[in-house]
């Protein structure tokens, strides 16, 4: 089932330096629609046992090299849909929207609520459960889709930041770039021992493990450098490219094209149109270079924005959800585009977790994967529009032991279970999540939360680990009760960011 999607906006947030501008209209009414026709088909429709769908896995060979195509994939930093003006937001990111009307744009990708946990998931295919461990850690024996890629005979690197060698507090020390597949890399915060400094002005980032303070510069531009450079210098041979940006995480900071910016929301305004404006300089350079045909473009997120945030999607009012496990708090834009290869202006309404990322690239390179050694699904057949969804649910085991309360859920487009029973209905138009206390025995309302409890039920993930507050490792407990990891203690939210 293919969505056409009506032009996005171009009134909105015409101002340069990303100041808040009119959100679209057009848009919200197709997105309405999608949802309500995919709502429809659920309750219509038997609800296919609660089993995760089967990961991809492929046998063969990979393909030729000529027949490769290069891979980028852009992972914006606490930035969720809401922000984006082609999913109805107020600010101005034309260069995303054009991704949007030259590619595929899914209405209900979700990231987990924090960027460790997104990041371990999506790097490695793999549920939580399974291979999460601390925050700012990455287990150096997981294999990555940079290790994927770069054995399937791709040049590899990664620009942007890292945060996943250790947190510095609870002694694990995590992976590099080179052993998890990237040999070649440009990062801020690579090891949790060094001073990790700025990520924006004055930057501190690390060249192959070298680390340097730069004593002026913004840090997005020089990761830009790298990222164009490194598409140059590779242009001959299949690569792949994998940009975590630093923008648009707090602290909110005048951009170079915003320098007049005073407060949180204009800041992050002119944050928002900043990074879009480094994504253009991607796809240009694609262009440049006569490689827009042969690669593939993937935006996505992180997380929610931050808490600090309220934007305007579709007219609605919306609170950056960042850290919790709501709607507002995993609803990430994701935007695929490889021209002749994928449709252009598509929407999908089919779910895609960040989760099924690695086996949906290792598809389109024709990389192999392992069964039974990940737990995503390829959701190529959906790009290509051969498929309407890869699955019907998605479940998270969300501890992320760093401040944040930890939660179990598994929810599709419309429902969210809750570990703790809370069963809530999903407006995904307004980004809210409304308390559903009983429903007739009957309707689809109860056949759902049936099916999600019995979801929950068979995952036997374990126990959530309600430790919250490793930087207090030591330290006197707020509460004598309980120890300082639960209870928490006095410390600087700068300095943990």
């Not at 002694?171 to 990062?187: H, I, K, T, Y």
């Not at 001959?236 to 915003?258: A, I, N």
């Amino acid at each position: 089932m293919n969505v056409q999607r009506a032009t996005p906006g171009l009134n909105a947030g015409r101002r340069s330096d990303g100041s808040p501008g009119r959100g679209p209209s057009r848009l919200g009414l197709a997105l309405r629609l999608a949802t309500g026709a995919c709502c429809a088909i659920l309750a219509a429709a038997a609800l296919p046992p609660p089993a995760r769908a089967q990961p991809a896995t492929r046998g063969a060979a990979p393909a030729a090299a000529g027949a490769r195509p290069n891979i980028v994939l852009i992972l914006a930093d606490d930035l969720g849909a809401e922000a984006i003006n082609a999913y109805g937001g107020e600010y101005f990111t034309p260069r995303i929207d054009e991704l949007a009307r030259q590619g595929v744009l899914f209405t209900n990708a979700h990231a987990m609520p924090l960027c460790t946990p997104t990041r371990v998931r999506l790097m490695t295919g793999r549920e939580s459960a399974k291979n999460y461990k601390a925050f700012g850690y990455l287990d150096p024996k997981e294999r990555t889709i940079g290790n994927v890629l770069k054995d399937a005979g791709y040049a590899t690197g990664i620009v942007g930041k890292w945060q996943l060698s250790g947190n510095g507090f609870d002694g694990r020390v995590g992976a590099s770039p080179q052993p998890a597949g990237f040999d070649e890399s440009l990062l801020w915060q690579e090891k949790a021992l060094d001073a990790k400094g700025s990520r924006y002005w004055g930057p501190t980032l690390s060249t192959n493990g070298q680390n340097r303070i730069n004593e002026s510069g913004f840090g997005p531009d020089v990761q830009a450098g790298f990222a164009l450079d490194f598409i140059q210098r590779h242009k001959d041979e299949p690569f792949f490219l994998y940009y975590p940006m630093v923008l648009t995480h707090p602290p909110f900071v005048p951009t170079p094209d915003s320098p007049g910016a005073k407060d949180d929301k204009t800041r992050f305004a002119g944050m928002v149109t900043y990074m879009d404006k480094l994504v253009g300089q991607v796809t240009d350079q694609l262009k440049a270079l006569g490689l827009d045909k042969n690669t593939i473009v993937i935006f996505t997120g992180d997380n929610g924005t931050a808490k600090q945030i309220l934007s305007y999607q579709n007219g609605y009012p919306v609170r950056g959800g960042k850290g919790q496990a709501t709607f507002a708090g995993t609803h990430v834009p994701l935007i695929a585009r490889w021209p002749g290869q994928l449709p252009a202006g598509e929407t999908r309404a089919g779910l895609f977790d960040l989760m099924d990322m690695l086996p949906t690239l290792a598809d389109f390179a024709g990389a192999p994967v392992a069964a039974g050694g990940i737990d995503g699904v390829d959701q190529a057949p959906v790009m290509r529009g051969e498929t309407a969804a890869a699955r019907d649910w998605i479940f998270m085991h969300y501890a992320p032991v760093w401040i944040q309360t930890p939660a179990r859920l598994v929810f599709d487009d419309k429902w969210k279970l809750y570990g703790d029973g809370r069963f809530v209905a999903i407006d995904g138009v307004r980004a809210t999540e409304t308390p559903v206390e009983s429903a007739p025995p009957h309707s689809a309302a109860a056949a759902r939360r049936a099916a999600f409890q019995h979801v929950l039920d068979a995952m036997h993930d374990g126990p959530l680990d309600q430790d919250r507050y490793p930087m207090c490792i030591g330290k006197p407990s707020l509460d004598p009760k309980l120890p300082s990891v639960r209870a928490g203690c006095r410390f600087s939210e700068g300095a943990v960011e």
